[in-house]
């Protein structure tokens, strides 16, 4: 496969990374078989069953071109298992880089936040990425090219209302396609700058 910057990032500002969806309000990793051909991310696997040992590639593209993007790929990945008896012990790797979501890459566009929820309490925040930026840089934990995987390892601080320190972080990102995405993007305040505290981090 072609080496990639990854994620492509669309040229309209409220329209998500290709190969990314929006679900709810949420920006998730697209993970059907047309998710892994835009992003241009490859699957391997190794099966560990003694006296096997195949290893496999998933050709996205392949599958793709005949039709199968719908798929998800852990369907994809069950019909790559060996038949046999004694089962199959294949593990299979995706390419985690192109599946890379820095926090720079979420500047600057209306009503895109990053979401945290105290699992604790429930509790949400929503902060923008531009003032979270700000805040791992003064923290020396980080700063624009923070991966949002990475984010949740980052929250040491405990949440306010209840005192515990087990944050979910998600991106929230309103769809431009539906009527209430379209609202809150237009509702939103321009993109802000200056410092906050939302929480200690
Ligand atoms: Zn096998
Ligand atoms: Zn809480």
New binding site residues.
């Given amino acids: 496969m072609q080496p990639r910057r990854h994620p492509t990032l669309n040229a309209d500002p409220h329209k998500p990374p290709v190969g990314w969806l929006i679900a709810s309000g949420i920006l998730q990793v697209d993970r059907t078989v047309r998710g892994y051909y835009l992003r241009q991310q490859a699957v391997n696997g190794r099966c560990h069953t003694r006296d096997c040992r195949r290893t496999c590639w998933v050709d996205v593209r392949r599958l793709q071109a005949d039709g199968l993007g719908a798929l998800r790929m852990d369907q994809v990945k069950s019909l790559f298992k060996c038949q046999r008896l004694d089962g199959c012990g294949m593990v299979f790797h995706d390419e985690l880089k192109a599946e890379s979501l820095k926090l720079e890459s979420l500047c600057g566009r209306r009503a895109v936040t990053i979401q945290l929820r105290?699992r604790?309490?429930?509790?949400e925040l929503k902060v923008a990425p531009e003032h979270l930026i700000a805040r791992l840089k003064a923290e020396a934990k980080g700063g624009g090219d923070t991966e949002v995987r990475d984010l949740a390892n980052l929250m040491t601080g405990a949440?306010k209302?209840?005192?515990?320190t087990a944050w979910a972080v998600d991106v929230a990102w309103p769809d431009p396609e539906t009527w209430g995405g379209r609202r809150m993007i237009d509702l939103a305040e321009p993109t802000a700058s200056g410092p906050i505290d939302p929480l200690d981090l």
Avoid: S, V
């Fill in positions: 105290c604790g309490c429930k509790n949440c209302t209840c005192g515990k």
